[in-house]
């Protein structure tokens, strides 16, 4: 059967508009369907239901590969690794895989914690002064301090880590146009093309030097980069030089962006949700009290995992995973040809009124003990799925409940930004609007 199609006039001005609700508002249209969008020579097709979702990213992986839209511009930030296809994501799965076990990563808590609070101490000056903070800078600065110290073994110096955080935010979003007209030649200048260059140029200064002396000298360190010259060492110079430089942009992107997004979003939502922010509050300072946070800490912060997977449910980091038919196949009843785009969205499926009542409202009672009601398996996967699930899910929910708790054991956050907030269309899922908060001690005065 022929899936239904919306033409170029219904959707070019919504996408325009606003990229990322358009896509949901589609899938609504369609109650789920697969459907055909008619972007000029663009046609990719809309994946939104569950099941479909799940013969895509489980069922039949191996004939929906990551190529084309995103991929390409991707793939010249991180090069062919964890984000990849066929040898090089078997290669770097297999080399990073126990770098991001469950285990593995509650060996890091402690220290992960120790450089939280180290980071949040230096917030103080903000907080005594009452300065308005940009809040995804500030965010991204501290998740990428700790990440460097604990994963890195703070082989960054501080000075190339204020260096490589921005440029990454920077290569990530600004292939924002390329990612909405992917037909585009990669000759063809499009907006964001030289900040892109400028910042993969940065980070390679960053990192290449250390690749290069971690392959001379490899140690026996468990920092990410000895592990990986370790496993590496083995395989040709310029080969060994450039899969490690891939794996380590991976990692860094994996460990840090989907915390330093995700916890952008929270605070307009706490600010939104008085009632979610007064229950965190309180879960905080039962919890931690006012001391600084620790790894002992987390188990019993179950009120902040409930918040942080709703916060995953409405606003999905990784927003967008498209694929490609590689074979022709039927997704249901629908026939879809080679070299076709499906466009899969854990931003759409995770609003289908299908599967989740009062699908925009914020509500993490739907997640909290005992109350989860069941649902299809991808109904909900901000982290993907299939063998390309994401390999830094149990990292962030380490790292991101351990930050919000030091975070608001100190402070309680007032919020500054225009609503509604528009994500924007990049790698990761952020407000396209400055989002500023002020950080008031506790005990120094309420919350606005």
């Given at each position: 059967?022929?899936?239904?199609?919306?033409?170029?006039?219904?959707?070019?001005?919504?996408?325009?508009?606003?990229?990322?609700?358009?896509?949901?508002?589609?899938?609504?249209?369609?109650?789920?369907?697969?459907?055909?969008?008619?972007?000029?020579?663009?046609?990719?097709?809309?994946?939104?239901?569950?099941?479909?979702?799940?013969?895509?990213?489980?069922?039949?992986?191996?004939?929906?590969?990551?190529?084309?839209?995103?991929?390409?511009?991707?793939?010249?930030?991180?090069?062919?690794?964890?984000?990849?296809?066929?040898?090089?994501?078997?290669?770097?799965?297999?080399?990073?895989?126990?770098?991001?076990?469950?285990?593995?990563?509650?060996?890091?808590?402690?220290?992960?914690?120790?450089?939280?609070?180290?980071?949040?101490?230096?917030?103080?000056?903000?907080?005594?002064?009452?300065?308005?903070?940009?809040?995804?800078?500030?965010?991204?600065?501290?998740?990428?301090?700790?990440?460097?110290?604990?994963?890195?073994?703070?082989?960054?110096?501080?000075?190339?880590?204020?260096?490589?955080?921005?440029?990454?935010?920077?290569?990530?979003?600004?292939?924002?146009?390329?990612?909405?007209?992917?037909?585009?030649?990669?000759?063809?200048?499009?907006?964001?093309?030289?900040?892109?260059?400028?910042?993969?140029?940065?980070?390679?200064?960053?990192?290449?030097?250390?690749?290069?002396?971690?392959?001379?000298?490899?140690?026996?360190?468990?920092?990410?980069?000895?592990?990986?010259?370790?496993?590496?060492?083995?395989?040709?110079?310029?080969?060994?030089?450039?899969?490690?430089?891939?794996?380590?942009?991976?990692?860094?992107?994996?460990?840090?962006?989907?915390?330093?997004?995700?916890?952008?979003?929270?605070?307009?939502?706490?600010?939104?949700?008085?009632?979610?922010?007064?229950?965190?509050?309180?879960?905080?300072?039962?919890?931690?009290?006012?001391?600084?946070?620790?790894?002992?800490?987390?188990?019993?912060?179950?009120?902040?995992?409930?918040v942080f997977d709703e916060?995953?449910?409405?606003?999905?980091?990784?927003?967008?995973?498209?694929?490609?038919?590689?074979?022709?196949?039927?997704?249901?009843?629908?026939?879809?040809?080679?070299?076709?785009?499906?466009?899969?969205?854990?931003?759409?499926?995770?609003?289908?009124e299908e599967f989740w009542?009062?699908?925009?409202?914020?509500?993490?009672?739907?997640?909290?003990?005992?109350?989860?009601?069941?649902?299809?398996?991808?109904?909900?996967?901000?982290?993907?799925?299939?063998?390309?699930?994401?390999?830094?899910?149990?990292?962030?929910?380490?790292?991101?409940?351990?930050?919000?708790?030091?975070?608001?054991?100190?402070?309680?956050?007032?919020?500054?930004?225009?609503?509604?907030?528009?994500?924007?269309?990049?790698?990761?899922?952020?407000?396209?609007?400055?989002?500023?908060?002020?950080?008031?001690?506790?005990?120094?005065?309420?919350?606005?």
């Open positions: 059967m022929r899936p239904p199609a919306l033409p170029l006039r219904r959707t070019l001005r919504p996408l325009l508009r606003d990229p990322v609700h358009a896509l949901g508002s589609f899938a609504r249209q369609t109650n789920g369907q697969v459907v055909r969008l008619s972007l000029g020579p663009f046609r990719p097709y809309l994946v939104s239901h569950p099941d479909h979702v799940q013969h895509v990213l489980r069922r039949d992986w191996d004939n929906h590969p990551r190529e084309g839209m995103l991929w390409k511009p991707v793939e010249r930030l991180a090069g062919r690794s964890i984000i990849s296809d066929g040898p090089d994501w078997e290669s770097a799965r297999r080399v990073m895989q126990p770098l991001f076990t469950a285990r593995y990563v509650a060996s890091l808590t402690q220290g992960m914690a120790e450089a939280i609070d180290e980071g949040i101490t230096a917030l103080e000056p903000y907080a005594r002064a009452g300065r308005w903070i940009d809040i995804c800078a500030e965010m991204g600065r501290l998740v990428s301090k700790t990440v460097i110290r604990v994963l890195f073994g703070s082989k960054i110096s501080v000075a190339d880590a204020e260096r490589l955080g921005p440029a990454y935010g920077i290569a990530a979003t600004s292939f924002a146009s390329r990612l909405l007209l992917p037909f585009a030649p990669e000759w063809v200048p499009m907006p964001g093309d030289r900040a892109f260059r400028r910042a993969v140029k940065t980070i390679d200064e960053v990192l290449m030097p250390l690749v290069r002396q971690s392959l001379r000298e490899p140690g026996d360190g468990n920092d990410i980069i000895s592990a990986l010259a370790r496993a590496r060492r083995h395989e040709d110079g310029p080969e060994a030089e450039r899969r490690i430089r891939d794996d380590l942009v991976s990692i860094y992107g994996a460990s840090v962006e989907t915390t330093a997004v995700s916890l952008t979003w929270l605070w307009p939502v706490l600010h939104d949700h008085p009632e979610v922010a007064a229950r965190l509050y309180e879960e905080v300072e039962t919890v931690v009290g006012r001391g600084p946070v620790d790894a002992a800490c987390l188990p019993r912060l179950t009120y902040m995992r409930a916060l995953l449910r409405l606003y999905p980091p990784g927003w967008i995973l498209p694929r490609m038919a590689a074979k022709p196949g039927l997704l249901g009843d629908v026939p879809i040809e080679a070299g076709a785009t499906l466009l899969i969205s854990p931003f759409v499926t995770h609003r289908l009542d009062r699908p925009e409202e914020f509500d993490p009672e739907r997640f909290a003990e005992g109350a989860q009601e069941r649902r299809h398996r991808y109904a909900y996967f901000p982290f993907g799925g299939g063998p390309h699930v994401c390999i830094g899910r149990h990292l962030f929910y380490a790292e991101a409940p351990l930050m919000v708790a030091g975070l608001l054991a100190r402070f309680r956050p007032q919020v500054r930004a225009p609503r509604p907030l528009t994500p924007f269309p990049a790698a990761s899922l952020r407000p396209k609007e400055l989002v500023e908060v002020r950080l008031v001690p506790v005990g120094g005065g309420a919350a606005a």
